[in-house]
């Protein structure tokens, strides 16, 4: 029993110990801001029979000389004829409804206040001084300090409500005190604040102790909002983390902007007018979270339509504070107040209720919530002048924050004790479960096991169908792609007459085609079997020359240059008839990469003894570094720009195969824009010889160079040359029609440009047929 009740032995004293914090920081603040009783006389304060080594600090009340309209410094009074008039005034206090010349001052002005304060010896001294509305210069046995601007006009004011501290020296054991205060931006002018008078080091100590406590409590809010608003996003669902925490936040926010004005050392610069409202704000909104706060642990006991209410008018006030200027919206606290009371009345009431009713934690909430609405009515009396106290809401804000912290904790505990024994019974319901599904599971293992064996086929089986049909959609793509330009040059051949080596084109056209086939043929025919090799020892100057021959038409199509450089009597051990296909798929994609006009490089060096290496080289754009190994993959082949060769994703794949049959190799040297080596390595002959002579051969299919148009053809053509722009190359048709146009004419290099733009479109090359039409 005793065990179970510890953490709320626990709390108990926890908050004994934080009751009796706040008492004390309570009494201290109370004993350091209450005046000691002080002779005055007419602009003379006495407190010479005081001991300030027993005493702390000694509040400065009495009369003070008060000269209206009128700013004075010490030199002034040195003279009697700069000072037009005085009186006296009791001070700290308001020259509002002050008397001066039968009229009563309003908050608006200027004055100058003057005291001699009598000590009890020569010593160092400091005078503490708080709130002046709203700017004010201090002299203090000629030494000065100043808050803000001191103005005759709003214009020339800049308020300021940072607490200043001066240290002086009473000769004489005697202190002037001259301070100038205006005022055109607040409700109230004038001294309002108690200055406090004492030894130098009693007034830093007071100081600093005020700053620990400040810093303290705005420590401890500053936790408690990250701790609350932490939880919060954890579980949005509970509201009431988000009131807390925002409550903790405008708390930690006033605290900033009141008593030592802690803001200022954060943002040395910080302008008047954003602090005031910072100041007023947060008092302002603090008040419907609060109600909002109790009301998510209490529904039951506050009204819904109050809180509307209250949120309403905290608004319309929050709004008059932003948008308004600070003399009309420092007014709001004074009936702000009556919501402020109303509110504490009824968390009270409900809290009452709730004790009645039994419900946890409502005596400590009720208690805490009681001691904040004390300290609320005494800060209200002491605002509005009744008291002569100060202000303690800070310290019951830290009392409520202590208690709704616990409140909120101690809820969380009980969600987690409650889930703790739900998961306890679960566990033994688990437990009985087990024993019933331990007996069907094997029934369901069995049919598991069968319907994932059954998904595993279906599965292969769905990889089988996917992969037939890539290879079927990219099979049609490529196979129509490689036809294309083949069968656009024999469709153009056979309805163009009068064409040179017509007959050539078309064969050359049906053997690109026939090579195309029997490469999808082998590749899908060795892909998974060994190829079938009919070695036997071949020459291997007729095996490149007959490659060379068999692609020789498509190199005067392309005018390409041959350079042959290559061991002779050499024999090399291969299947003649596969490694001939080899070298002319090698040879047609050189001659297709390399330019119009272009040279290809064949030759050969002996390798590693017992092979040789064949190298083909062209002068075209090269092969990407990353490209280099997968271009000997299926479906792989490098773009090009004419449209003359069609691309075969099949040639170097089969290439590959081939080579590896034989044990040799094949790969590529490449740069872009350098053109590209390939490499075949072959095996030699058992015997043969090592010091063989090198032949060199030249074949050159390259074409003079084509006549320059003269001025006469370029006129001819020019009014058709539009026309014939906007046609493709497989527009025979039209194309012979706009020629024909003009094909009578005797000019010869006229009728030359007309058989090379004639020979373009039956090859089907539209690169070079816009080239022909752009030298017009």
Known sequence: MIKAKLPLYFFAFSISIASLLILHLTMVELEENTSYPSSSNEGVINISAFDLTSTNLIGIVG???????????????????KIKSKKYIHLPGLWNGYEWNNKKLSADGYATFRVVINVPDEDLYSIKVKEFDCAYRLWINGLYTECGKVGTNKQEEEPSWKRNEVIFFAKDKKAELIIQVS?????????EDLMLLGKSKSVVIYKNKQLAITYFLIGIFFIMFVYNYGLFIYRRKEKSHLFFSIICLLIMLRESTTGEKVIYDVFPNINWWVMIKIEYLSYTLAIPLFYMFVRTLNSEYLSKFFEKLIITISLIVASIILFAPVKIFSYTPIFY?????????????????AVLNKKDDSIIMLFGYFMLFVISINDILYYNKILNTTFLMPFGLFLIVFINAFTLSKRFSNSFTIIEGLTEELSQNNLELEKKVTERTQEVVKQKYEIENQAKALQETNKKIITLSNFKDSMTHMIVHDLKNPLNTIINASIMDDIPEKNNLIH?????????????????????????LNKGNIDLTELIEDAINDVAFLGKLRSIAFSIVINENIE???DKSIMHRVLVNILTNAIKFSPITGKIEISTSLHNSDFIKISIRDHGPGVRPERQKAIFDRFQSENQNDNL???????LNFCKLAIDSHGGDIFVESKEMKGSTFNIIIPLTESFEKNTQKIRREINYQQQKEDVLTSTDKSVILPYLDELKNFEVYQISDILRVLNKFSKNDSESLQKWILMVTDAVLLSQQNRYIELLNNV
């Open 63 to 81: 009369e003070f000389e008060f000269y209206w309209n009128q700013l004075l410094t010490p030199s002034d009074f040195k003279d009697s004829s």
């Open 183 to 191: 005022n055109f931006n607040h409700r109230k002018g004038g001294p």
């Open 337 to 353: 107040q009556a919501i402020v009371a109303l509110a504490a009345i009824m968390i009270i009431v409900s809290l009452t209720k």
């Open 508 to 532: 050359e056209a049906g053997r690109e085609m026939n090579n195309l086939v029997m490469n999808i043929l082998d590749v899908y025919k060795y892909e998974n079997t060994t190829m079938v």
């Open 572 to 574: 090399v051990n291969v």
């Open 645 to 651: 060769i069609a691309s075969t994703g099949l040639g």
